[in-house]
């Protein structure tokens, strides 16, 4: 057992840039991942629709959410790969957070700490 | 004389033989209108109320069918006898059931298919709050006596129907000296339909939240515009029988056996009905698009069926051009017609059934006369084209009225009826959660609204329909997917 962190990278990206994303990950080492239909609101403006000419709006955007933990590979390695994939330049691209993670366990084998991650 | 009459008779069974066929395939036809105002009404309705407005359709057709058989069809022909000049026969009102004939139970069902096309409009007017006991009392009264009363008055010789030789016409045809016109129904089926739903959306209320504290209207959009587009094509299909079909003779016999092929007179009843239609969806896509700035599919849709309806009264007795007018005008009306119902009427008419079949029923009925066509009127655009006449006007202005107050008072007191004993409405709660679990306890969607077992909890936050579920796999390229799950695992 290492004394290494174990660090969780929660990231609120763009639907249809998941498959950049996943390939990211993979290319950074770091493949395992959990992923999340989530909507939510930022600094992407509201959409407005409308049923029979009555407009309605829409302030909460489809995101989905990311949760990627890692214990030998930087977490900042990790977040800017996601950052670098999910990126287009326009307002709701998301957020990337970072998050200590007091210990991890693995179901199958048993194995606990940055072991199990 | 004598040599002649087995000619005759056997020109009479073969012209029998192929008008009645045609008038079963209509029939089957007419019938297909069902699914599609099934499709139509679901699409227009949340995912929580589909079931539910199916079971209503479902009831309609199924319900209405029997109380149609053992009531509706006599009850038709009594107030025809009663409203004419004609002796009242009890017997002969209901020998479709133990007389019929050859034919008498073909021409029932023939009926049938038109009375509970009516029935099932309502459904769309108070989808999603209407208690479903409530419902099942109107489709029973609907089909036992409001549309049978209607098609006594016009077409089984009552009230409003022409003057005869020995002056058994109805009592107002007789007074104006012309008879109603409404070929296929636009009124005695569509505007009946159309009224009794705006009558009962107005009764049962508006759902929750439709209004706000101001009373402006707020959006309460649809599931699936996929749905209620692919309902308006079924529903166009069906209508070719509704309207082509009414030409019930195709092959007509003479005095002398001779046979005739009606094809001139099929063939303005398909064209205007087609041209229709057309006109009605071209002209609710070009208001849609004045009024939205966009053009809308639901308007495009409500146009043509508007535009069928306008013209279904008039499809034999218009010009072609006519035919196009009318269709247009009933489709430019629905956008301002389903305005009007919401903004200064405050009704919640979830599926706009006064605007598509109330209003363009009405308008294009009246206008039948100032577009008709006559063997000895001018020549405009390639038909003969003259003016019925301010009598027919008239009748056409008066016919509408009947048709409308009785349709709106006959709705109005059952309305009041189920309110005092029923109840119109489901509870506060179950219109929250949903008319499928509060009145029949299913889901019609129990994956997408997450009620897909005991273990499944709910998954997706509808909010703006965006995206469907997260494709969990296929996206990872080869080259980095050397064991997703154990990849993170790390060496030391």
Known sequence: MTDADIEMVVAIIRPDRLTDVKRALAEVGAPSLTVTDVSGRGSQPAKKSQWRGEEYVVDLHQKVKVECVVADIPAEDVAEAIADAAHTGEKGDGKIFVLPVADAYQVRTGKTGPDAV | ?492
């Open chain 2, 1 to 492: 004389m004598l040599e002649l009459l087995p000619l005759q008779t056997e020109a009479q069974a073969i012209a029998d033989s192929i008008n009645y066929v045609w008038v079963l395939v209509v029939c089957f036809l007419i019938f297909f209108m069902q699914p599609g105002f099934a499709l139509l009404e679901a699409g227009q309705v949340r995912a929580k109320n589909v079931g539910n407005v199916l079971t209503k359709n479902m009831t309609d057709w199924a319900l209405g069918v029997l109380t149609y058989f053992i009531v509706g069809a006599g009850l038709a022909s009594i107030v025809g006898m009663l409203t004419s000049g004609a002796s009242l026969d009890v017997m002969a009102a209901f020998s479709y059931i133990g007389a019929p004939g050859s034919t008498g139970w073909i021409n029932w069902v023939f009926g049938a298919v038109f009375a509970m096309t009516a029935a099932t409009i309502v459904s769309g007017a108070v989808a999603e709050r209407m208690d479903f006991t409530a419902y099942v009392v109107f489709v029973v009264v609907l089909t036992a006596l409001i549309y049978p009363t209607v098609q006594g008055l016009t077409w089984a010789g009552g009230l409003l129907s022409g003057p005869t030789a020995d002056g058994t016409g109805g009592f107002i045809g007789e007074a104006l000296g012309v008879g109603y016109l409404d070929f296929a129904g636009a009124t005695v089926v569509h505007m009946v339909g159309g009224l009794a739903g705006l009558v009962a959306a107005k009764m049962v209320g508006p759902r929750k939240g439709r209004f706000d504290e101001n009373g402006d209207s707020q959006p309460i959009p649809g599931h699936s515009m996929l749905l209620a587009v692919l309902g308006t094509l079924i529903l166009a299909f069906g209508w070719y029988g509704f309207n082509v079909g009414t030409q019930a003779t195709v092959l007509a016999v003479a005095e002398d056996g001779s046979l005739t092929f009606m094809g001139a007179a099929l063939g303005r009843v398909v064209l205007v009905t087609t041209l229709g239609m057309g006109a009605g969806a071209v002209a609710a896509m070009a208001v849609s698009t004045a009024w939205q700035g966009k053009p809308d599919p639901l308007w495009m849709a409500n146009g043509l069926l508007a535009g069928l309806v306008a013209v279904t009264g008039a499809v034999p007795h218009v010009t072609w051009w006519g035919g196009l007018l009318i269709g247009a005008i009933g489709g430019a009306l629905v956008l301002p017609a389903y305005r009007w119902t919401v903004d200064t009427l405050q009704i919640d008419d979830v599926c706009g059934v006064f605007a598509v079949h109330g209003a363009a029923g009405a308008v294009g009925t009246i206008l039948i006369p100032v577009f008709a066509t006559s063997g000895s009127g001018t020549a405009i655009l390639g038909d003969s084209w003259a003016f019925l006449g301010v009598d027919q006007l008239a009748m056409q202005i008066v016919g509408v009225a009947v048709i409308g107050i009785w349709t709106v008072l006959a709705t109005g007191v059952t309305g009041l009826v189920v309110d005092a004993t029923i109840g119109l409405r489901v509870s506060e709660e179950e219109e929250e959660a949903g008319l499928d679990a509060g009145e029949h306890g299913i889901s019609t969607y129990p994956e997408f609204v997450g009620d897909s077992g005991p273990e499944a909890s709910r998954r997706t936050v509808s909010a703006d329909g965006g995206s469907g579920p997260v494709q969990t796999d296929g996206g990872v390229e080869e080259a980095a997917s050397t064991d997703p799950v154990e990849g993170g695992e790390s060496d030391d």
